[in-house]
């Protein structure tokens, strides 16, 4: 369940409320005690670092390592 806010104290911590949010958690705001809104942390981070990743497995994937150059990591590796 999320945590209720009353909306004046939204508004007057909102610095510290959107800090919390990008942490992780997440507010119910309320009216007069009726909920109104919900804050969540954004997912859009997400998909950014999920492109970021994806850039880096093609850009890995660009790299070719010669036949000779993985047989003598193969032997360095057995000593």
Sequence with gaps: MLEKIGSYD?????PEILRRVESGEAFTITNRGRPVAD???SRAGDQQKAVAAI???LSAKKHRVSGVLLDELKVSGRK
């Design 39 to 41: 804050l969540i942390p």
């Design 55 to 57: 850039d880096n497995i």
């Design 10 to 14: 939204a508004k007057t911590r909102l």
